[in-house]
């Protein structure tokens, strides 16, 4: 069975910053493509950062130059830096990770910047 568990969101005032978390089990993230994703009310999914298994990495244009993801693969978790935030950024954020068959998705954490 895999699962894949996000933590580290909260309430964060405009300028501040927050470090969301997903850690996997039933895979091993080290073999795998990774994925931040967002969603906002009454907007579609986006997504937010992504990293690659030799650790390249793409951001949406809103974040770039303040988000940063990242992995620990001994840890088998995954990372999204968020410094600078805004009240635009707030929204229940996803990870997903990719396997040749499947990919998985966390429950999602809510991250709330107010101005």
């Known amino acids: 069975q895999v699962q894949l568990v996000e933590s580290g969101g909260g309430l964060v005032q405009a300028g501040g910053s927050l470090r969301l978390s997903c850690a996997g089990s039933g895979i091993i993230f080290r073999y795998n493509a990774m994925d931040w994703y967002r969603q906002a009310p009454g907007k579609q999914r986006e997504l937010v950062a992504a990293?690659?298994?030799?650790?390249?990495?793409n951001y949406a244009d809103s974040v770039k130059g303040r988000f940063t993801i990242s992995r620990d693969n001994a840890k088998n978790t995954v990372y999204l830096q968020m410094n600078s935030l805004k009240p635009e950024d707030t929204a229940v954020y996803y990870c997903k990770a990719h396997t040749v068959l499947h990919d998985y998705w966390g429950q999602g954490t809510q991250v709330t910047v107010s101005s």
């Open positions: 990293i690659t298994s030799g650790g390249s990495t």
